[in-house]
T-cell receptor, first 118, second 112 residues
Framework: GAVVSQHPSWVICKSGTSVKIECRSL??????MFWYRQFPKQSLMLMAT?????????EQGVEKDKFLINHASLTLSTLTVTSAHPEDSSFYIC??????????????FGSGTRLTVV | EDKVVQSPLSLVVHEGDTVTLNCSYE??????LLWYKQEKKAPTFLFML????IEKKSGRLSSILDNKELFSILNITATQTGDSAVYLC????????????FGTGTRLQVTL
C-alpha cells in the first residue's frame, strides 16, 4: 500500500517550453506532498511543500513563478516547470507524508521524473 | 537551518566486507532520523530512528542513533554487489511541516 505514482518518468523538452509532472497517491489521501530536485551525484534538495487546497510553501532560492505547484485534490499534486532552460535539467521526485500509517511509514516517494531540456 | 552531513562521500569495497556509513546532523527540535537506499530512481526506506542507543536491524543492515552526539551509523555486513547504491540519511524536526532534510549521501560500490 501507500503508493505514489509519478509521471512521466522521463521527458525531453525544448528550451522555453513548459513541462508538467504529476504525482498521484493511489491508495491513500495525500494532504501534504513534497517536491525535490536532485542533480547528478547530489542529494535530494527540497523545493517546496504543497498542501491540498492551499498555496505551496517554497524553500529559499526556489522561484515560485518558475516552478508552479498545484495540489487541488487529495490524490493529485503537480509541478509545472515553466519556460524551461537547460539548467533546469534534473531529476524531480515527489514524496507524500503519511502520518497515520505507523512508524515504518512516514514518507513514500514517487519514482521520479528525469527532465532534460535541450 | 537544519543540516545533515554524511561520510564518506563514496566508498568502494569488496564483496563480503563490512561497511559503516556515518551521518551527523544539526537540527532544531529533532524528531527522527531516516535512512534510505537509492539505486536508480526513488529512495527506498530502510530505517527510522527516534530513540538513542536502540539498534534497528534488518538482515545484514543495522543502524543506531546517538542523539546526544548527534549522529547515526548504518552498518552493512557481508556486503553484496546488490548493496551498491547511494545511501541517504535524512532528519525530521518536530515542526508541523514534516519536511525532511537530506544529507549529501554516501555512494557505495561493492565489487566482486
Amino acid at each position: 500500500g501507500a503508493v505514489v505514482s509519478q509521471h512521466p518518468s522521463w521527458v525531453i523538452c525544448k528550451s522555453g517550453t513548459s513541462v508538467k509532472i504529476e504525482c498521484r497517491s493511489l491508495d491513500f489521501q495525500a494532504t501534504t506532498m513534497f517536491w525535490y530536485r536532485q542533480f547528478p551525484k547530489q542529494s535530494l534538495m527540497l523545493m517546496a511543500t504543497s498542501n491540498e487546497g492551499s498555496k505551496a510553501t517554497y524553500e529559499q532560492g526556489v522561484e515560485k513563478d518558475k516552478f508552479l505547484i498545484n495540489h487541488a485534490s487529495l490524490t493529485l499534486s503537480t509541478l509545472t516547470v515553466t519556460s524551461a532552460h537547460p539548467e533546469d535539467s534534473s531529476f524531480y521526485i515527489c514524496s507524500a507524508h503519511l502520518p497515520g500509517l505507523g512508524p515504518n511509514y512516514g514518507y513514500t516517494f514517487g519514482s521520479g521524473t528525469r527532465l532534460t531540456v535541450v | 537551518e537544519d543540516k545533515v552531513v554524511q561520510s564518506p562521500l563514496s566508498l568502494v569495497v569488496h564483496e563480503g566486507d563490512t561497511v559503516t556509513l556515518n551521518c551527523s546532523y544539526e537540527v532544531t527540535n529533532f524528531r527522527s532520523l531516516l535512512w534510505y537506499k537509492q539505486e536508480k530512481k526513488a529512495p527506498t526506506f530502510l530505517f527510522m530512528l527516534t530513540s538513542s542507543g536502540i539498534e534497528k536491524k534488518s538482515g545484514r543492515l543495522s543502524s543506531i542513533l546517538d542523539n546526544k552526539e548527534l549522529f547515526s551509523i548504518l552498518n552493512i555486513t557481508a556486503t553484496q554487489t546488490g548493496d551498491s547504491a547511494v545511501y541517504l540519511c535524512a532528519v525530521r524536526n518536530t515542526g508541523t511541516a514534516s519536511k525532511l532534510t537530506f544529507g549529501t549521501g554516501t555512494r557505495l560500490q561493492v565489487t566482486l
